[in-house]
């Protein structure tokens, strides 16, 4: 990640020399304006070529100073400004899924959970479900023993048991769910509605009676 980072400062770095130098060429919005454009909004955040494209038919819908037929011509440039910045590393939807779907798991979401904001972002359904089972496989052998364990093997689309596991308990610990509450009575009293959101979060109705119904939080959650 440092490595990308030192890029991204780098390329931001250069590419505001190149606006600098462009305006002073002139003023009006072309082909190089929207790079430059894309580039620096990718230096300093991580989007899909869906998001880029959106940006940049945005910016040019707001420059008012362009002729229609000026805009209708930027308008088809815009996929081969996005395929520039993706030749130069720039844009890359399957590191933004890896990157969001890394950071939604530590967060314990589901997998549906995952796919819907993947693809809410304008990640196509096959690389993010390519993604997903990666990240998946590799994260399953961390947790070949203990609370997350299951022997049997997760079926059909199911996510690996101990990865999605491991994210519901996440979700627990983070909205103070079964046994997460510290009040037996309550415990009692809100047992229904700790399983439903369990199930809007997106996690099978199994894993959601085995969190609720536990007697208490895995003896490897160092906050139990």
Do not use: C
Request: charged fraction near 40%; avoid cysteine.
């Amino acid at each position: 990640m440092r490595g990308l980072d030192a890029h991204r400062s780098s390329a931001a770095a250069g590419e505001r020399r190149g606006a600098r130098a462009g305006r002073n060429r002139g003023r009006g919005l072309g082909e190089a304006s929207l790079a430059r454009e894309g580039a620096r909004y990718l230096a300093r955040w991580e989007a899909t070529r869906a998001g880029v494209r959106e940006l940049l038919l945005r910016r040019i819908e707001r420059d008012e100073g362009l002729a229609d037929d000026d805009r209708e011509r930027l308008r088809a440039r815009v996929p081969a400004v996005i395929d520039s910045l993706g030749e130069r590393g720039y844009v890359d939807d399957r590191r933004f899924a890896r990157q969001t779907i890394d950071r939604l798991r530590r967060q314990g979401r589901s997998r549906l959970q995952i796919r819907e904001r993947l693809r809410s972002k304008g990640v196509p359904d096959t690389l993010a479900d390519e993604a997903i089972r990666e990240w998946e496989t590799e994260a399953a052998g961390e947790w070949t023993e203990g609370p997350h364990r299951r022997d049997t093997p997760a079926a059909g689309d199911e996510a690996p048991w101990e990865v999605e596991l491991a994210a519901a308990w996440s979700t627990a610990r983070r909205r103070r769910l079964g046994p997460y509450r510290r009040d037996p009575a309550e415990r009692d009293a809100r047992r229904e509605r700790d399983l439903a959101a369990l199930a809007r979060s997106g996690f099978s109705r199994e894993i959601a009676y085995q969190i609720v119904d536990a007697e208490a939080p895995p003896a490897s959650d160092p906050k139990s």
